[in-house]
């Protein structure tokens, strides 16, 4: 304060009383974080991952991006419901919800407290407590039918201490068999689905000559969405009804780019 000067009132914060404490990060754990920049379709989260990386780098951690470009997972989380019960599972606030399940000629009115949103076999599901039925359960977030509306202030319950949502997914979401799909990779792309393919069968024809083309075996099966991220280094042989999804969006795509 300067009784000479018209200033705004100011004050001061140590930087001890503000500061992040060191970051201590392997190699290797610091590009798992940056890898997430390269996952992520949904808007929110990738920016959230991008800062992080930001923050990594200026704290003085050395992150080689370009040495992730072999590396190429992508998720998408494009269910209307899934930014309310991330933002909930983060505040710990209630939300109700309409959910439509199988054999039901109406949407059921539900509320949960949610613990966390996994991904699990190619389908996003929300994990909570049931406060209707007292049980944790789960819910796929593509049968939320409308708007999911958060209630109650933040902070108003707790996850119950060493749960492990994906624990809880694997045991409470039902079986989802799945046809196996057979696709077409080039060498050095499609790490993730490499390391899920049943059998993998190097150097074999492909739809074109210019690389070699490795043939994957998916036996968990695989999501139209997840496959069209790998773009031209990657072809789909089977089932049909995958293809021929692909195909579809695929000229969808050049259409609306063309248009």
Do not use: C
Not at 71 to 87: G, I
Not at 140 to 159: D, K
Not at 204 to 222: F, I, K, M, N
Not at 226 to 236: K, N, R, T
């Amino acid at each position: 304060m300067d009784a000479y000067f018209d200033d705004e009132p100011g004050y001061r914060i140590r930087a001890d009383e503000f500061a992040l404490p060191e970051i201590n990060l392997e190699s290797d754990e610091a590009q798992v974080v940056a890898l997430a920049t390269r996952v992520w379709d949904h808007a929110r989260l990738a920016e959230a991952t991008t800062d992080a990386v930001g923050k990594l780098t200026a704290a003085g951690l050395d992150l080689d991006l370009g040495a992730l470009e072999i590396a190429q997972p992508r998720l998408s989380a494009d269910e209307p419901s899934f930014d309310v019960f991330w933002e909930a599972t983060l505040s710990r606030r209630p939300v109700t919800f309409d959910y439509r399940r199988p054999g039901y000629d109406q949407p059921l009115t539900r509320h949960l407290e949610p613990w966390g949103v996994v991904r699990y076999s190619g389908r996003w599901y929300v994990v909570g407590q049931d406060t209707d039925r007292a049980e944790e359960r789960v819910f796929r977030l593509s049968r939320v039918v409308g708007s999911a509306r958060m209630s109650g202030p933040a902070g108003s319950f707790t996850v119950p201490p060493g749960t492990d949502v994906r624990d809880v997914a694997r045991r409470l979401a039902p079986a989802t068999p799945a046809e196996e799909a057979v696709v077409l990779v080039r060498p050095g792309a499609g790490a993730m689905l490499r390391r899920t393919a049943s059998r993998v069968e190097a150097d074999v024809d492909g739809p074109d000559e210019q690389t070699p083309w490795d043939r994957l075996y998916l036996s968990g099966g695989a999501q139209a969405d997840e496959l069209l991220a790998f773009g031209a280094d990657l072809y789909v042989e089977a089932p049909a009804a995958l293809r021929a999804e692909v195909v579809a969006r695929l000229r969808a795509g050049v259409e609306a780019s063309t248009g």
